[in-house]
């Protein structure tokens, strides 16, 4: 959705369903996908959309809300939800199970490393520090875009793209560590 | 910048594309699950709209239109995929793709007399008050109610007050939803006939399933700048958007889409427009009505798919074919068809032929959309083969490992240049000199039609129906790559008594051979490709015999009793621009056929 729509779109919204509706039926099918990858579960992801469709809806009819990215900033809600369900589950768990929960992004890590063709770089890509994982796979599993990366990961996109390539520069020399080790 | 930075921002450069591709067949593989059920998307967006009040339309609509100016949005039920906003007056649909002066498909919306636009809405307040044997009440919750909200006028109920003489006149033109049951009526009767209409209605809704044909699944698998046409109404194509019968799909000149309809797809070339007409699980017909198209058929026993190119048909039963249609000059069209993998048939006022595997069709139509002659049947050159799109086409199809027919002579598993490209996207040949630029991890290098549709795919026990073992390609149609088809391995599966499944298979005897890889389902998913499911490779890696064991050998582990399907991968030892070395791309060389065996219990006898 061009930028200059969904800004004129939000500003709609607060006062106009056919506003918002569009807003919905654009981003409802990403976001939706985006928590699925993480949460590899119809039931909760259908639960936990609503509820970020709700704070959207919540949050757009303020009248001080402001965002240049309004795709980006959901992005970010569904982020947090995402944590929230995953924390929130975890009370539940045993002390015993704690250590083998995975965190929230560590299920669409997996299927994107599971899409590799190369060994050493699927175990390179697994072995990355979190931080480093976390852009990766927001820039190429969810396939976001540099603004809503920003919104997501709340920096600027000088510091966005300094990330970027830092995640990229520790997995090829973990690339190249692997190679060596294989050999 | 030094020669080792730049050889460095080459490699993040091919890290980057090699990630993204990996994301995109990730999200290819997972599209199924991460679409949101229709259900669920209806039921949120009303909800959450309910919330919202409607704006008064910006259009051409009178302020004194009354009840229209404004209300509840959820007073108005409104379907998830048909956009909110009013459209134009009507939708151009086909005057500049098709000169044909046939029925008028455009999509009309209501003008009233004084110019301006209506839009069609059932009104209960203009409901006829004595139908039914309703008596309809004027109640002070009404006047306070949705009467008053919907007219935006506070003042009405209290209008209404003043004027209660008027009531009765009052209360028939603008009735309450409320109603009474007549007394006369017995409960019993409500109760007996409620029951029934309940169970006719629970009998229809599960009988639709049965008397009614059931529909293919179709969705959008992947989409750039396309629309979808539904009702008249227009709508951006979102990858992922499911499809009805009668939707229109239109691509804009710099776009691409990818249809899953069924188990076949279509992949749609920039400024390409096709409707669907049919798309019954035995039945799918498509209406191409502009550009080119690219269809990968597979239909059930009995079942056909048909394409229409104006008055002529084309019609296959489990094939892949290209249609294009040109503009000519003299104001017609000119439709080639390329039968790639199997035949096709042609039909049309006073035309039927055949079009064999390997053989093109050209039917030119006069502007009145019929055939201006019969088709002109020839076999397909090498210079036709030679094309961008087919290119593309046979590397992804050569990626899923699809049998590719005549495309086998330009096939690479590795996409080439792409037809259409993203207006937007950035070259990768010029990497972002400092570290605080993207090293642009957008330049993917896309292809128009990525492999997008692993789900829609079914195999078929022959994967390659041209087997052609000559990994010297003879004929180069892409300036940039070599081209070569796989090569067919006979792959066998044997249970063992210990559990484990043995493969064993023909050896890889090319050149540029570096490894096997070897993909495993367990017979719930339906197709097998690169990249799907558990998959291990041989040690050593020229080894062509591999012992499933369960989890330690790298596929997962076995359950006795279930069946297990495998396939197997001869892979390149091509490098990225030997810029990286050992960074394969993992060309495909040799594709073994499928192989099933049952996992025995340990201890148990093999089947022979």
């Known amino acids: 959705m061009a930028a ?3 800004r004129a779109l939000v500003v709609r919204a607060r006062e106009d369903g056919v506003a918002f509706a569009e807003l919905y039926d ?25 509820m970020t469709f709700q704070r959207a809806l919540e949050n757009v009819r303020r009248s001080d809300f402001r965002n240049e990215s309004f795709g980006g900033w959901l992005y970010r809600v569904a982020s947090n939800v995402v944590v929230d369900h995953v924390r929130r589950d975890r009370r539940f768990v045993s002390i015993g199970e704690f250590e083998d929960r995975e965190e929230p992004g560590d299920m669409a890590l997996d ?4 899409a590799l063709d190369r060994d050493q770089l699927r175990r390179a890509l697994q072995d990355l520090p979190r931080n480093h994982r976390e852009v990766l796979v927001l820039r190429f599993y969810d396939d976001l875009d540099v603004p809503e990366m920003c919104a997501v990961l709340g920096c600027t996109r000088e510091a966005m793209a300094v990330r970027l390539h830092r995640a990229l520069r520790a997995l090829r020399l973990a690339v190249a560590k692997e190679s060596a080790d294989v050999a | 910048m030094s020669p080792s930075d730049l050889s460095e921002m080459e490699q993040l450069d091919a890290l980057a594309a090699e990630l993204a591709e990996a994301g995109h067949l990730a999200r290819v593989a997972a599209a199924h699950h991460e679409r949101p059920e229709p259900a669920f998307a209806v039921r949120l967006r009303a909800e959450l709209l309910r919330e919202l009040p409607v704006a008064p339309v910006a259009l051409d609509i009178a302020p004194g239109d009354g009840p229209k100016e404004a209300g509840f949005v959820a007073d108005m039920p409104l379907p998830p995929d048909r956009p909110l906003d009013l459209p134009d007056r009507f939708v151009e649909r086909r005057r500049v793709n098709r000169p044909f002066a046939g029925p008028d ?46 007219t935006g006028s506070p003042e009405a109920p ?73 009702d008249g109404f227009q709508t951006p194509l979102i990858a992922g958007m499911e499809l009805r019968q009668g939707d229109e799909i239109k691509v804009d000149a710099s776009g691409r889409a990818t249809l899953a309809l069924g188990a076949g797809y279509v992949r749609m070339d920039g400024g390409s427009d096709v409707q669907l007409k049919s798309l019954d699980s035995g039945h799918v017909a498509l209406d191409q009505i502009a550009g080119r ?33 040109r503009l000519t000059s003299g104001g017609g ?35 009145d959309g ?38 086998s002579a330009i096939a690479s598993p590795e996409v080439t240049a792409p037809p259409t490209e993203e207006p937007t996207a950035t070259s990768t040949t010029t990497p972002a000199p400092t570290p605080t630029s993207m090293p642009a991890p957008t330049a993917t290098p896309s292809p128009t039609a990525a492999p997008t549709e692993p789900p829609a795919v079914i195999w078929t026990p022959e994967p390659t129906r041209a087997p052609t073992p000559t990994p010297t390609p003879t004929r180069t149609p892409a300036p940039t790559r070599t081209s070569s088809s796989p090569v067919q391995l006979t792959l066998t599966a044997t249970p063992q008594e210990d559990g484990s499944i043995v493969l064993d298979w023909s050896k890889y005897r090319g050149p540029h051979f570096q490894y096997y890889g070897i993909v495993r389902t367990d017979g719930s998913e339906p197709t097998l490709k690169p990249g799907d499911g558990p998959r291990a490779n041989t040690s050593p890696a020229d080894a062509h015999e591999y012992r499933d064991a369960g989890l330690d050998s790298g596929l997962g582990a076995l359950i006795p009793g279930h069946t297990y399907r495998y396939r197997v991968y001869a892979y390149t030892e091509d490098t990225l621009g030997s810029v990286v070395p050992n960074c394969y791309i993992g060309t495909i060389l040799g594709v073994s056929n499928i192989a099933s065996a049952t996992a025995l219990s340990p201890g148990s006898t093999p089947r022979s």
């Open chain 2, 293 to 325: 198209v690219y269809h990968r058929v597979t239909v059930p026993a009995g079942g056909d798919y048909t394409v229409e190119t104006a008055t002529v048909i084309w019609r296959a039963t489990g094939t892949a074919f290209d249609l294009d249609c």
């Open chain 1, 26 to 50: 654009f981003y409802m099918p990403r976001v939706y996908g985006f928590i699925y990858r993480r949460v590899q579960d119809r039931c909760v992801a259908e639960d936990l959309t609503s």
């Open chain 2, 105 to 150: 498909r455009r999509a009309w919306i209501v003008e009233a007399d004084s110019g301006t636009l209506e839009p069609i809405s059932f009104d209960p307040d203009e409901a006829d008050p004595a139908r039914a044997g309703k008596r309809w009440a004027l109640t002070q919750d009404h006047q306070a109610g949705r009467r008053s909200t919907a």
């Open chain 2, 370 to 407: 019929r055939p201006a002659g019969a088709p002109a049947v020839e076999p397909i050159t090498a210079q036709m083969l030679a094309d961008e799109w087919l290119i593309a086409n046979a590397g992804l199809d050569a990626r899923l490992g699809l049998p590719l027919g005549r495309l």
């Open chain 2, 333 to 367: 069209e000119q439709v080639i068809g390329l039968a790639l993998y199997d035949g096709l048939n042609v039909t049309g006022p006073q035309i039927q032929a055949t079009v064999a595997e390997g053989t093109s069709a050209t039917v030119v139509l006069a502007a």
């Open chain 1, 4 to 6: 200059d729509r969904e």
């Open chain 1, 111 to 114: 299927a994107l490393a599971a």
């Open chain 2, 158 to 230: 209290a209008q209404l007050d003043q004027e209660g003489g008027e009531a009765g006149r009052v209360a028939a033109l603008s009735p309450s939803v409320r109603w009474h049951i007549p007394t006369r009526v017995l409960p019993s009767r409500w109760i007996a006939t409620g029951l029934a209409a309940c169970i006719v209605i629970a009998s229809l809704v599960i009988g639709s399933g049965v008397f009614l044909p059931a529909q293919a699944v179709a969705a959008a698998s992947e989409s750039v700048s396309s629309t979808l046409i539904r």
